[in-house]
């Protein structure tokens, strides 16, 4: 366990040394830290408040203010699938039973048991003329249907 504590705390400062090691940098490296763990552990947002020369609770209000930001595991990839009205009228709620069939996810399950997939449901992307819409990464997969969704998360290997 100690190794363990020791291993973050070092990828932590990491990432600090990197962004900046001043408060102004506090949402770049909440990003960073982010990307680095897929989520925003308390002891990740310790070390973080530590190093920044900040207060835990300026680092918790932070990183629950900002949607982007989660303090539950995520898995390797994210899928978003959007639900904002020209997607749901596009049949996104198919799209996203397509692919939650698929992970193997039951009501309520976000992150699939061998941490590869999360899954969220978000309300507009922005991208209304390719609706619906997934998301995995920063990669976009306008136009979606059940069977393009689940053929798209099947072909990711990793």
């Known amino acids: 366990m100690q190794e363990n504590t020791n291993d973050t705390a070092s990828r932590v400062n990491a990432i600090i040394e990197r962004v900046g ?4 940098k506090l949402v770049p490296v909440l990003e960073a830290a982010q990307d680095e763990f897929h989520y925003l552990p308390e002891e990740v947002m310790m070390l973080v408040a530590e190093g920044l020369g900040v207060s835990p609770a300026k680092v918790y209000g932070v990183a629950t203010f900002y949607a982007y930001f989660s303090l539950e595991r995520k898995g390797k990839h994210v899928i978003r ?3 904002g009205t020209a997607c749901h009228v596009k049949g996104s709620m198919g799209v996203m039973k397509a692919i939650r069939d698929e992970l193997g996810l039951k009501d309520g399950e976000k992150t699939t048991k061998d941490g590869k997939f999360s899954i969220e449901t978000v309300y507009c992307l922005g991208a209304c003329g390719l609706a619906p819409v997934v998301f995995v990464g920063d990669k976009v997969h306008g136009q979606s249907t059940p069977k393009t969704a689940v ?3 099947k072909s990711i290997d990793d």
């Not at 090691?21 to 102004?24: L, V």
């Open 81 to 83: 699938c959007c639900d």
């Open 21 to 24: 090691r001043s408060p102004e």
């Open 151 to 153: 053929e798209f998360i």
